[in-house]
């Protein structure tokens, strides 16, 4: 099974950092997700949601906030069949979050 913890990785860049959170959807039985609805959000604002590509991978990127902002990301797939997650995703400003998610087939 894949970690459901966040790697906090410093990405440099020479223009305008962002901060962003990226990452996969597995399957529980350990394939890639292809257009599972990611979205994320603090207390009443919520970030516009994404879908994975073809190979499983999102990225929520601008994300407003500073150091120590918690998003509630809602990761959805339940209309094939898989139960919807729900995380908390600490954020610092600047950086990327890597939050890979494992979904259970129901």
Do not use: C, F, H
């Not at 929520?60 to 209309?79: A, E, F, H, R």
């Amino acid at each position: 099974a894949k970690s459901q913890r966040s790697q906090l990785q410093t990405e440099p860049s020479s223009r305008t950092t962002q901060t962003a959170i990226t990452g996969t959807t597995y399957s529980s039985l350990g394939g890639v997700l292809e257009g599972v609805k990611v979205e994320a959000g603090v207390g009443r604002t919520g970030i516009k949601p994404v879908w994975t590509d073809t190979q499983g991978k999102y990225s929520l990127t601008d994300l407003p906030g500073t150091d120590g902002t918690y998003y509630v990301m809602t990761v959805d797939y339940s209309k094939n069949g898989y139960g919807p997650q729900k995380l908390w995703v600490g954020v610092t400003a600047g950086t990327t979050v890597v939050q890979d998610v494992t979904l259970q087939k129901l």
